[in-house]
């Protein structure tokens, strides 16, 4: 499977605005009663993890800059593309299981994504 957490070669050759241009042009509608309230920025760096009975738990979070009332995929992405990228395509296929959504939308995944690789 392709990837979703790189700007691609396509990607790189638009300018900024072109690509403000997609984003602004393909961003996905979570309806209000569906958002939730994210950290913006769960990469493996800013979750504390502790030793539990039956493996690691989350303990705590740090850098709470970016938190937001907002779409679930927003933290959902970027948590898919760090553990992904730091423990490999088998872990985070188990976060999106784990997650237990009934179909994972990959196109918002993608989405949310590219956003933050412009951030």
Known sequence: AAAL?????????????????HLIATQPLEPIDAQVVTH?????????????????????L??????AVTDRYRDLAIAHRSI????????????LEAYRLADVDRDRLAWWTLVDDLW
């Not at 957490?5 to 241009?21: E, K, S």
């Not at 913006?40 to 705590?60: F, I, K, M, S, V």
């Not at 992904?84 to 976060?95: H, I, K, R, S, T």
């Open 5 to 21: 957490y790189t700007v691609g070669p396509a990607d790189q050759r638009q300018t900024a605005a072109q690509l403000l241009d």
């Open 40 to 60: 913006g920025d769960p990469c493996q760096p800013n979750l504390l993890l502790a030793t539990a009975a039956d493996g690691l738990e989350l303990a705590g």
């Open 62 to 67: 740090v850098d709470l800059g970016r938190l």
């Open 84 to 95: 992904d990228m730091n423990l490999g395509p088998d872990a985070a296929a188990e976060l």
